[in-house]
């Protein structure tokens, strides 16, 4: 099959698989045991945690691992905001109509408990501009959430002038970067953020890892999403899952590399200008200032339901993100930019995976020719 769902979830890299079963073969201990072999474990831990600080430009002591970004995100809102860090008169947060839901689901969870949540509208182009983030900023506000690159659309937001609004005004920052990790630059001094969300499997790392980094992590008074025997910070208790953290470490190490290949092809601009070429019509939503592997693409005149079928064993599509392609309501990142419920169903969020070809593309192209009317 040709995969085409990549922001959903890379395939795992090959380097990857040779780690994990190497790690779930020798280093199975506890890192939190005494004895020699747990105290190897937990070099190897720390190891990886200091190469995705180096990444980021952050300190190993404010990075703590995580089963993905999901979870990440729910440290980023409750253990700061249900913790002793900020004033308990501050009850308000600031996010975006365009997140990924997990943070939808969080904001609803923190509304019940008497938070308020301002959600802030994209532009045109699904662009979260950083005025629209200063005007929604009251003096009660805690958080503001923006995630950088949209997991639908591809865009890249400001965040570093995003961060920069939200530190005038004396508010954390929180940013979920499980789409953007390695495939553009990061410096969190640099994008004035205070906290980052990270997910493995978005680079071809294990699923059921990620990591979430806290600005002076120490300093802070959080309160735990698992409360167990003081692993990670004390922020999530439990054993920490070795293997997975090092297979994690391997991605951060060898993923850039296939990504700065796959980027020489262009293949983007290849599909688009074979759309062309067949007299297909498509609009392209989103910015120009986009991943080169994302696209979400309209195709108003193609006949999606025959598209879809006739290549369920071909092709691997997606209509919306992975997390709502089965629901009945059009993407709420869709409506935000102000695609009708028609136009929606008529779209296609194509991620390309890394050893995508120039047949592959063709063959897409192809389809969508055969399915247009």
Do not use: W
Not at 81 to 110: N, S, W
Not at 147 to 171: Q, R, W, Y
Not at 324 to 352: C, M, N, Q, W, Y
Not at 356 to 365: Q, R
């Amino acid at each position: 099959m040709i995969y085409l769902d990549t922001a959903a979830s890379y395939s795992i890299l090959p380097e990857v698989k040779v780690t994990l079963s190497d790690a779930f073969n020798t280093l199975y201990a506890n890192s939190a045991s005494s004895h020699l072999l747990g105290g190897q474990v937990s070099n190897e831990i720390n190891k990886v945690r200091e190469q995705l600080a180096d990444q980021i430009g952050a300190y190993p002591s404010e990075i703590i691992f995580t089963s993905g970004a999901t979870e990440s995100n729910n440290i980023a809102f409750k253990s700061l905001l249900l913790g002793d860090e900020i004033p308990k008169d501050k009850k308000h947060i600031v996010t975006t109509q365009i997140e990924h839901k997990c943070v939808f689901a969080i904001c609803d969870y923190l509304t019940s408990v008497g938070y308020e949540v301002t959600y802030v509208k994209p532009n045109k182009d699904g662009i979260i501009e950083a005025a629209s983030i200063a005007d929604a900023i009251r003096p009660d506000t805690a958080l503001v959430s923006v995630m950088h690159v949209n997991n639908e659309l591809g865009t890249i937001n400001p965040i570093s002038d995003i961060g920069k609004a939200c530190f005038e005004a004396g508010v954390l920052f929180h940013s979920d970067a499980a789409q953007s990790f390695q495939k553009i630059d990061i410096d969190v001094d640099d994008l004035n953020v205070d906290v980052m969300s990270f997910s493995a499997h978005k680079i071809g790392g294990p699923k059921g890892i990620g990591a979430i980094y806290i600005r002076d992590l120490r300093k802070k008074h959080l309160m735990p999403v698992i409360h167990g025997a003081g692993q990670e910070e004390a922020i999530r208790g439990g054993t920490v899952a070795a293997p997975l953290i090092i297979g994690f470490g391997k991605a951060i190490e060898t993923f850039p590399s296939y990504y700065e290949r796959f980027k020489i092809n262009n293949f983007k601009s290849y599909f688009l200008k074979h759309l062309k070429l067949n007299e297909i019509e498509y609009q392209l939503n989103g910015s120009e200032l986009a991943l080169e592997s994302c696209i979400s693409l309209t195709l108003p005149k193609t006949n999606t339901d025959v598209l879809v079928r006739d290549n369920e064993y071909e092709l691997c599509l997606a209509q919306g993100s992975a997390c709502s392609s089965k629901e009945i309501e059009p993407s709420h990142v869709l409506t935000a930019i102000g695609l009708d419920r028609e136009l929606a169903d008529h779209t296609f969020r194509i991620s390309f995976s890394l050893d995508v070809t120039i047949e592959n593309v063709d063959y897409l192209v192809a389809q969508i020719y055969k399915a247009t009317y």
